[in-house]
Every structure is written in C-alpha cells, then in structure tokens.
C-alpha cells in the first residue's frame, strides 16, 4: 500500500472531491483527518474511510480561524501520534461576477475567498508543519487549479486564490525541504462529478442544446477528448502523498485531461 500505517489530514473535506481523497487514502493504508465546517458531511467521510478498514477523525474547522487549525493539528497529532501528509483542498464555490459588477457584498466575499485559499493553507502549514519537521520528513499537497494559470472571466476571486496556493507552495517547498518536508500541487482543471453534470445539464437546457452537445464542446481542447474524474485527480495527490515521488518538492502536476500543457 502507498501510504500504509500513516495519517493524512485533508482540509476542505466535503461531499465529491474530499470525499474520495479520504478513501483512496484509506484504501492506501492510510487514517485519515478530516476537517471543513459541516460535520456531516465529515461524519459521512469518517464513514468511508472506516469502511475501508481504517482509522477516521472528523474536526470542524473554518480554516481562516487560527485556534480552529491550531486544535486541528494537535487533536490529529494527539489521536494518532504523528501526523505524515496534509492535503489542503478548501475553497469557497465561486458565483461568477466581473470585477465591474462586483458589489459590497461581493467584493467581501471575495477577500474571503483568498483568505481561504492563501491564509487557510498558510495556517494549516503553520500547525500542521513543525510535526512533520520533529518527524524528518512529511508531505504536503496543495489542491490548486488550472485556472491558477489560466484565468476566466467571472471567476478572479477563483484564479486569485488558486494561484496564492501555488507562490506560497513554492516558497513552502525552499523553507521545508531541509527538513525532510516535501510541499507539491495538483492542479485540476473540470473534474467530472455529480456538480459538473448538474451544471452541464442546466446549461444544455438554457442553449436549448444537447447535455452530450454541451460536454462535447468543453472536451474538444482536451487532448484525451473527456473530463478527468475525481479518482484521477486524488489518484494524484496520492503520488505526491507517497514515497513515489521522493525525490520530488515544488513541482505542479497538472490533471486537466490535456487541456493545458505545461
């Protein structure tokens, strides 16, 4: 197994992607933490992750409140006695406004969502690190996008935030790497799931097109022609979270089905 016997701690754990990186993790060998705000939705993912056989622990956690991480990182380190990978994946949906129609609401919500994606990712390393640094070694992965790179319109809160996860992954990986403390990034791009085709199906409906007419002209500039699923991309985080990629901090690997090279 790639990660037999060791505890991962997954931030922004929900229904979808979260779910399924606690259980290709658990699958792995792993226990597994589990922390965002909605206890049921963790409860239910504790429950997958003990369906495979392993250890789970579910902490609330809004990621922007310091004692809230700091409690994360010492309940998980307390439970289990060490703690050897932390994916960070919390991000607030995005509801699509352009900088020139943004309102006062809006504008807030937008400083929360790179409060969310920078400064929870910097305080879940600030707590979660220095356990790894006593140990001499540890992972951690930091679900960014590809939009981090390429950008759209309506969606600058989204790419913002994304690309904060990735400067501050980088310098992560120079300030931990003498440590024996390995930071990478998986960058998703559409990641197949019961919301994209929720939202592919409401968008046929609207052009009066087709649901397979609608996903055929966003897989036309992917070079594989489909849409990644949720288990390539945690089968990702899975490479980084384990002794495969040693030799490997600071890097991005992209999961986007060929639709961004490079």
């Not at 622990?57 to 994360?72: F, G, I, K, Y």
């Not at 607030?92 to 809006?106: A, F, I, L």
């Not at 929720?198 to 087709?210: F, K, L, Q, S, V």
């Not at 690997?253 to 639709?259: C, F, P, R, S």
Request: one cysteine or more; proline letters at 3%; aromatic letters at 6%.
């Amino acid at each position: 197994m790639l990660l037999e016997d060791q505890v991962v701690v997954i931030t922004g754990a929900g229904p979808g992607l979260g779910s399924t990186l606690a259980r290709r993790c658990a699958e792995e060998g792993a226990d597994v933490v589990v922390a965002a705000r909605t206890k049921a939705n963790l409860d239910a993912i504790v429950k997958e992750v003990e369906a495979c056989g392993r250890r789970g622990l579910a902490v609330p956690t809004d990621v922007v409140d310091r004692e809230q991480v700091r409690a994360l990182a010492s309940n998980a380190h307390h439970e289990f006695g060490h703690i050897d990978v932390l994916v960070n994946a919390a991000f607030p949906p995005s509801h699509r406004k352009t900088v020139v129609e943004m309102d006062d609401d809006y504008l807030d919500f937008w400083r929360n969502a790179l409060d969310i994606a920078g400064y929870g990712t910097l305080l879940a390393c600030h707590y979660v690190a220095p356990f790894m640094v006593d140990a001499g070694k540890g992972s951690i992965v930091n679900l960014t996008s590809m939009s981090s790179r390429l950008a759209y319109a309506g969606r600058s809160d989204y790419a913002a935030g994304k690309a904060a996860v990735h400067r501050l992954g980088w310098a992560l990986a120079d300030e931990l790497g003498p440590s024996g403390v390995r930071v990478n990034a998986v960058a998703p791009g559409l990641i197949m799931s019961p919301v994209l085709e929720h939202w592919m199906e409401t968008t046929a409906r609207e052009r009066g097109i087709t649901y397979e007419e609608q996903v055929a002209e966003h897989v036309q500039s992917m070079a594989l022609r489909r849409i990644a699923t949720e288990t390539e991309v945690a089968n990702a985080v899975l490479f980084f979270a384990s002794d495969l990629s040693s030799g490997i901090t600071g890097a991005t690997l992209d999961v986007n089905a060929g639709q961004l090279f490079g």
